[in-house]
């Protein structure tokens, strides 16, 4: 075999628009609309806490760069301090407070200051000012102000991120939950076309894509933007304000460039993420398969054959990752070497233009504080494209619709009374080109065994899978009690029917739980009296650890018979009035056939049984034997009616003695 890997595409993917994608998860999110909108809101508010450093940035300057001084000793110079003015010399004297002749010495100061200073002195911090060394306005603002804004920044960011994260966490339990049950509710068609393992990776792993929108995603759009809308409002204020338009439409002219590289990587990133999330699946799907058929594999000694296809799969991922690694990773440095050539040349046009530089930084600096808010905004790109390629494959699978469709007035149904009918049934798989079933017509009295032999492929389990309605006939009916099983609730339908099959599947649990199954309220002396009746008993008493032993993945630590008799004791434990039996001990030896017989018999009694046989010595008794073909019944009647007809059921007959 071929070490060749390729991506095989489910039946039902398909393509979804951002739009149609993102407004499919606002489904979930806005059952937390709550939490998402305090975490929205601190997301918004944090940004305005940007505003008041701004505000600050350019009387800063100025005390450090001692332009008040330099003001000062001009005003000195130019206006004698001992010719007073003459309009002063007869003007009565005015007498300010402190607080006024604080904020006048220093008119860049921010509005809110006096406010901020008041509270300061009623709370008895003294600030010097005037005459002392250290200025009293900037001492305010670094051991008072910005301390108040880093600690409310802290308080905000932490209610945005954790409030968002609890909302992300919710809808992915949420639509983990719904893909189950959805896929839970299909059809069994639906299970024959799929790859498991890749489906186990769009209900496990691609939800998580949804974490990250909520979380990475939204608290990105409810910062990001919001920071650089503060920042861009305190420059166009600023620029206004300080007669600077010219600048103000330099900055604006350049600031679009930093998302020119952010459009034209953005497809690439979603082309390689798409293709990364199918290859991730394959790798699941692979180990899935392996330990599925582990036995298969040691059997045959093709552990390292598996090892050599499930390296071969990986590097097929590793190729995909690091493609797609290397295209989103090309947007932060190209945003960094757009956003240099724009500074640089920001600072050429000053220069030639003779713009100081306390007037030019307040400007700056926030433009070089939105530098993280607009590389973050530019990666989110590459996760809104990854997350796009995920949602499609979850909505794609939620979209598929292959389930028993159950009529909203459907006949509640508590036992059966009558009979059970096959009226002219036919029924075709849907990748098949020829009916499983043609024209099947014959009825199962309340309280008869009727069998159904023949062939490999002649439509015997699909037969019994119509009257369980693990599918719809295609053409006819099929009645239980006069009612047509499309006008049954399936739950009452399938709580009256009862099935063993040739292969036991367990869970991973005890014995008594697996015996328990589909009777959750059953007490432990009936597990056991059930077990008994099975002949599961004495072996199940002779584990060291009895019905509480753990059986395994699918109940591999047991035998064929003992997993046989455990669901045979799970069936009569469940009491259903109608069994159906296929092929329940046609991989036994001998010995342990006649003890899982022997159980089935005490099964049978009192019930209606359809039983699919592949050892007709299993149904020598029954009172109707229907002898199958290529989907069609082409001989009825008992066993010596059949025998004594020399027709197909002599044949098989004849061949199983021979053998």
Known sequence: MSAKVTYRKEFFDRDYSARAAYARVWKYARRYWFRLAVGIVCGMLTAGTMLPLFQIVQPALEKVGGENAA??????????????????????????????????KHSHLPSWFPTVQKWAARCGIEIKTDGDEIDGALVLIVVLVVPLIAL????????????????????????????????QKQSMQFFGRIDVGQVMSRITADPHQIQIIMTTILTEVALAPFEIFVAF??????????????????????????????????????????RTLERNSMVGAKVHEILTCIRVVKSYHTEE????????????????????????????????????????????????QHIKLSMVVPMLAPLLIIYKPVKQLSKLQVQIETSLASLSRIFSLQDCHMEIPEKPDAVRLDAFTDRIVFDNVSF????????????????IRRGQFVAIVGGTGSGKS???????????????????????????????????????????????????????????????????????????????MSQPEGYARIVGEKGFALSGGERQR???????LRNPPVLILDEATSALDTVTERLVQDAINNLMENRTTLAIAHRLSTVRNADLILVM???????????????????????????????
């Not at 798989?429 to 079933?437: E, G, I, L």
């Not at 455990?566 to 009569?572: G, L, Q, V």
């Not at 009647?637 to 003695?657: F, I, S």
Request: charged letters at 25%; glycine letters at 6%.
């Open 152 to 183: 409310a920044r802290l308080v905000l960011i932490f209610l945005n991120h954790y409030c968002l994260s609890w909302s992300g966490s919710k809808a992915v339990a949420d639509i983990r939950i719904d893909l189950l049950e959805h896929v």
């Open 233 to 274: 409002a305190f420059i166009i204020y600023f620029a206004i304000a300080n007669h600077m338009v010219p600048t103000l439409c330099l900055i604006f002219l350049g600031f679009p460039l930093f998302v020119l590289p952010i459009q034209m990587i953005g497809r690439r990133v979603k082309k390689w993420a798409k």
């Open 462 to 540: 699909t037969t019994s899978g119509l009257l369980a309605r693990f599918y719809d006939p295609r053409e006819g009916r099929i009645t239980i009690d006069g009612h047509d099983l499309r006008d049954v609730k399936i739950g009452d339908l399938r709580t009256l029917i009862g099935a063993v099959m040739q292969e036991t599947l367990l869970f991973n649990d005890t014995i008594e739980e697996n015996i328990r199954y589909g009777t959750p309220d059953a007490t432990h002396e009936q597990v056991v009296a059930a077990a008994k009746m099975a002949n599961a008993h004495d072996f199940i």
């Open 566 to 572: 455990i669901a045979i004791a799970r069936a009569i």
């Open 428 to 443: 075709r798989y849907d990748t098949a080109d020829r009916d499983a079933v043609h024209a099947v017509s014959f009825e």
């Open 305 to 352: 054959f598996e090892n050599r296809r499930y390296r071969a799969t990986n590097r097929y991922l590793l190729k995909s990752t690091l493609r797609g690694l290397r295209v989103g990773l090309m947007v932060g440095p190209t945003v960094e070497a757009v956003g240099i050539l724009i500074l640089a040349g920001f600072f050429v046009w000053c220069f030639v």
């Open 71 to 104: 003001r000062e000793s001009e005003r000195v110079i130019q206006e004698p301090a001992h010719v007073p003015p003459p309009a002063a010399a007869h003007a009565p004297k005015v007498h300010k407070n402190k607080f006024e002749r604080d904020i006048e």
């Open 629 to 659: 073909d290529e989907g069609r019944i082409v001989e009825r009647g008992t066993h010596d009616e059949l025998y004594a007809a020399n027709g197909v059921y002599r044949k098989l007959c004849d061949m199983q003695h021979t053998s």
